[in-house]
T-cell receptor, first 113, second 117 residues
């Protein structure tokens, strides 16, 4: 498949390690945040979301942390696996913005055996 | 439940032509959004439809238009194609309550890869 982004920042990790992907969001009025995973040749796949009344949310092997003070979002992946290799995007949705998502530039995660 | 489907998956057009892309949302989903993805600009919001009405529009020229049908299926049209319109066009659907006021998780289709020569 074609590459999603040719010059994305890359995070390289060893299989089994924990990964942390960071994102700075842009709008103080955003109150809903989502992480997506995109593999080559596919559309973005929902991973986890968090609303602004929370600062942490856990899923299966993933945790999202939200720091509204500094407008920062992070995605933690535990025990990273080769299948986690993909581009990860954070997205924000502004209150009153209906379903308009504003996406970050993305981070490429490369998992090495 | 079947996911979001988009047709066609690949399309090659020449400058000046027009193109129509189709999106079928997940069954029961009433909101459909469209995004353009390019290596240079990333993922950018085009527009969103709910109950056949456009609720929100991104910063794209008027050559980009869309519509939604009563069964929630949506189409987007690009007229007078330019080289810079080459991109992956993604459609996303979400449930959205009957009031249409809430925001939900958006689920994406595989996209249509448009190449303009």
């Amino acid at each position: 498949g074609e590459s999603v982004g040719l010059h994305l920042p890359t995070l390289s990790v060893q299989e089994g390690d924990n990964s942390i992907i960071n994102c700075a969001y842009s709008n103080s009025a955003s109150d809903y945040f989502i992480w997506y995973k995109q593999e080559s040749g596919k559309g973005p796949q929902f991973i986890i979301d968090i609303r602004s009344n929370m600062d942490k949310r856990q899923g299966q092997r993933v945790t999202v942390l939200l720091n509204k003070t500094v407008k920062h979002l992070s995605l933690q992946i535990a025990a990273t696996q080769p299948g986690d290799s993909a581009v990860y995007f954070c997205a924000e949705n502004m209150k009153g913005g209906y379903n308009k998502l504003i996406f970050g530039a993305g981070t490429r995660l490369a998992v090495h055996p | 439940k079947a996911g979001v489907t988009q047709t066609p998956r690949y399309l090659i057009k020449t400058r000046g032509q027009q193109v129509t892309l189709s999106c079928s949302p997940i069954s029961g989903h009433r909101s459909v959004s469209w995004y353009q993805q390019t290596p240079g600009q990333g993922l950018q919001f085009l527009f969103e439809y709910f109950s056949e009405t456009q609720r929100n529009k991104g910063n794209f020229p008027g050559r980009f238009s869309g519509r939604q049908f009563s069964n929630s299926r949506s189409e987007m049209n690009v007229s007078t194609l330019e080289l810079g319109d080459s991109a992956l066009y993604l459609c996303a659907s979400s449930p959205t309550g009957t009031s249409g006021a809430s925001r939900d998780t958006q689920y994406f289709g595989p996209g249509t890869r448009l190449t303009v020569l």
